[in-house]
């Protein structure tokens, strides 16, 4: 069966990787995954809410081990989730979805593969 497709309104996207930068982004999804190495990780989807690169999305990998525990409190501080002060906390990751903050963003250059983005560090807006 032949399909009718209409491409008049298609805006083309880009997957070239974001210029290395710091980005206002909202947290748009959030999936729990297991790494590689059989870890919990947390994929954050991260859109730009403004300037030149608005509604462009970057890609986070927030492994939950204990040596990466810094990462996961200093991504939750910047979205307003916890304070500094906080020492247990539960987290239901759909609660990060909607929550803006700062992304600083590096290129990632492995092997043959095209650059990618990758976050840095996250901080309050």
Do not use: H
């Amino acid at each position: 069966m032949a399909l009718a497709l209409n491409f008049s309104q298609v805006e083309r996207k880009s997957f070239e990787a974001l210029p290395k930068g710091t980005y206002a982004v909202r947290v748009d999804k959030v999936t729990e995954q297991t790494s590689k190495n059989g870890n919990l990780m947390l994929n954050v989807q991260l859109k730009v809410i403004d300037g030149e690169y608005e509604n462009r999305v970057i890609f986070d990998y927030i492994t939950l081990t204990e040596a990466a525990l810094w990462r996961v409190q200093d991504a939750l501080i910047a979205m307003g989730l916890i304070s500094e002060d906080d020492v247990d906390f539960e987290l239901d990751p759909s609660d990060m979805i909607g929550c803006e903050c700062l992304v600083k963003v590096v290129i990632d250059k492995q092997g043959d593969y095209e650059p990618s983005n990758k976050v840095k560090s996250y901080l309050p807006l």
